[in-house]
């Protein structure tokens, strides 16, 4: 018997089949390709592709999320509303299955826009995208603490999504970079590989909208009175255990996309090897299809904080050593990747785990409202990330091109590609796993069930 199969502890109030659990976590297939591509990608292909100075392109990529920071909790209000009014959430979630037409676009860029021309079309696009995003995400994200499910369940639903989560991430990752073309992309070859992804993200959403209906089927937490609007954001807001953990997320949002962001840049101008993007990928998320079930059995035994602890602590510790370059071997190297791979499959099981504790300790029916700041903050983190690493780019002189150029780069941006890659993604950690300490209701959620 795997973790994942195991039940969970006598005291919750409903044990999920797996049946439901599958349909539900296949939602995560879709949202996996709109989490990773855009986070590999995007940054690079407007700089190597469409010209796009990296200040500028990094620009394109964060003024998008400035909306998400209003929008997702407003959508959080609407899923809350839908709740109360029908029973479900479940017009948003299809709203949301939209999404696949905002990503073909935003790597469908007319054939003779470059620069800023270019910037301004993947930015309208990324705001079509991040709002659909959301549409699907909140309300997706509000179903644990909808069910009628105690603290290891809840643990053992995430890691379900996590293990799908991973299969459409490394699938995003590894597929992305083959159907543009590789080494010899093109733009036509990020219009067809945008289109591709499109429809598979479509089908798995679909599904995961019938999962999540199967699920309530079976654990349903009931309707009650929700109350929205700025009541529930300033509730959400001045949780004492919601804030330490949404600040932290933050912060690993944000080095998680960073790190993804540099991924191409590390591997084309430190190691030399455009080809090794797709190891390092690898490398970086298929350790979460081996170890989630580990994460999952620790949880259990010592708690979710003190876990995510250690994973924090594990991921800083294996950006230090990125930042070494190739003096250290590409062994190790990408051993160190691995590393941050395992610490990135605890990063999204646990505090996905946790959120659902939180709501249910606040006693609060605004779940919605509190996933919407949720995902607000995963957004704003995939931003700042890629353009964090940009600033790097900028401040050592990048020297940005169009696809099939190879601009001879300076010393400096060379070292600000090896040292985003590995010094600030340490820092940045840190941040988070000091953040992390100020959360202090895993006990107590655990003494409930």
């Given at each position: ?12 109030d ?122 699907y995400?909140?309300?997706y ?49 990020y ?5 591709v ?37 300033r ?70 904080q ?17 930042a ?23 990063m ?27 995902t ?32 001879a ?41």
């Amino acid at each position: 018997m795997t973790g994942l199969d195991r039940r969970p502890a006598a005291g919750t109030d409903a044990t999920l089949p797996r049946g439901p659990l599958a349909g539900f976590a296949a939602g995560s297939l879709g949202m996996g390709v709109w989490v990773t591509v855009p986070g590999l990608l995007l940054l690079y292909f407007l700089t190597d592709v469409l010209a796009v100075g990296p200040w500028l392109a990094g620009l394109a990529l964060l003024l998008p999320k400035i909306a998400d920071v209003l929008l997702h909790p407003w959508v959080g209000h609407r899923a809350d509303v839908e709740q109360t009014r029908r029973g479900d959430r479940r017009r948003l979630l299809l709203l949301g299955c939209a999404l696949p037409v905002a990503f073909a676009a935003l790597f469908a860029v007319p054939g003779g826009l470059t620069g800023t021309p270019a910037a301004a079309w993947v930015a309208v696009a990324f705001v079509a995208g991040n709002l659909l995003f959301a549409a699907y995400q909140v309300p997706y994200l509000a179903t644990p603490a909808d069910l009628r499910i105690g603290y290891d369940e809840r643990t053992r639903l995430m890691a379900f999504r996590m293990v799908v989560l991973t299969l459409g991430i490394l699938a995003a990752g590894l597929l992305a970079p083959l159907l543009t073309g590789g080494d010899a992309a093109t733009r036509g070859g990020y219009q067809r590989m945008g289109v591709v992804l499109a429809v598979g993200m479509l089908v798995a959403m679909l599904v995961g909208v019938a999962g999540i209906a199967r699920l309530r089927g079976v654990a349903s937490g009931g309707t009650a009175p929700s109350h929205g609007g700025w009541r529930a954001l300033r509730t959400a807001l001045r949780d004492k255990q919601f804030r330490p953990l949404v600040a932290a997320y933050l912060a690993m949002s944000t080095t998680t996309h960073l790190v993804l962001a540099g991924v191409p840049y590390y591997a084309e101008y430190e190691l030399r090897a455009p080809a090794l993007t797709t190891v390092l990928v690898a490398a970086f998320v298929a350790p979460a299809l081996l170890v989630t079930a580990a994460w999952l059995v620790l949880a259990r035994r010592i708690g979710k904080q003190r876990a995510l602890l250690g994973a924090q602590g594990a991921f800083a510790a294996g950006s230090l050593v990125l930042a070494v370059g190739r003096p250290a071997g590409l062994p190790v190297l990408v051993g160190a990747v691995a590393v941050l791979g395992v610490a990135f499959a605890g990063m999204q099981l646990l505090p996905f785990a946790m959120l659902p504790d939180v709501i249910r300790a606040a006693g609060t029916t605004g779940a919605g409202t509190y996933t919407g700041v949720w995902t607000a903050t995963e957004a704003t983190g995939a931003a700042l990330g890629p353009y964090a690493y940009a600033l790097c780019l900028a401040a050592g002189g990048f020297v940005a091109s169009t696809a099939g150029e190879s601009p001879a780069q300076p010393d400096a941006a060379l070292a600000a590609v090896r040292y985003g890659f590995g010094l600030l993604p340490a820092a940045a950690m840190l941040a988070a796993l000091l953040l992390q300490r100020r959360y202090t209701l895993d006990a107590t959620a655990r003494a409930a069930t």
